[in-house]
Nanobody
C-alpha cells in the first residue's frame, strides 16, 4: 500500500488546514500521527474501515476531525483552532488493527509539514 499525504502548510494560531491522504489500495484502518522536532511520533486520530469507529488523542479532541471517502480511497484530517503545539510533520498510516499504537499500522506515508505560527 502506498500512501500520499498532502495539505500541510503554514497557518496562524486559530487557523485551519485539511490534510488528505490517498491510498493505492483501500479497505484498511487509517490513522494520522504526528512528530514534532525532538519528540517521538504520536497518535492523532484513527478511523475504522467503515468510518463508524473513530478515535482521537485527547490533545486534538473537539478541534480535529478524521473522515474517509471510500469511493476515492482517501482519508482526511480537518484541523481547526490550530495551536503552535500542533506544529509537526503529520503522517498518515494504514493497517489492519484499530488503535493508537505505531504497531497497529503496517504502511506509512511520507509526511506533510504543518507549522502553526504564534
Amino acid at each position: 500500500v502506498q500512501l500520499q499525504a498532502s495539505g500541510g502548510g503554514l497557518v496562524e494560531t486559530g487557523g485551519s488546514l485539511r490534510l488528505s491522504c490517498a491510498a493505492s489500495r483501500w479497505n484498511n484502518i487509517m490513522g494520522w500521527f504526528r512528530q514534532a522536532p525532538g519528540k517521538e511520533r504520536e497518535f492523532v486520530a484513527a478511523i475504522s474501515r467503515s468510518g463508524g469507529v473513530i478515535s482521537y488523542a485527547d490533545s486534538v479532541k473537539g478541534r480535529f476531525t478524521i473522515s474517509r471517502d471510500n469511493a476515492e480511497n482517501t482519508v482526511y484530517l480537518q484541523m481547526n483552532s490550530l495551536k503552535p503545539e500542533d506544529t509537526a510533520v503529520y503522517y498518515c498510516a494504514a493497517g489492519s488493527s484499530f488503535g493508537g499504537r505505531l504497531s497497529n499500522y503496517d504502511y506509512w506515508g511520507q509526511g506533510t509539514q504543518v507549522t502553526v505560527s504564534s
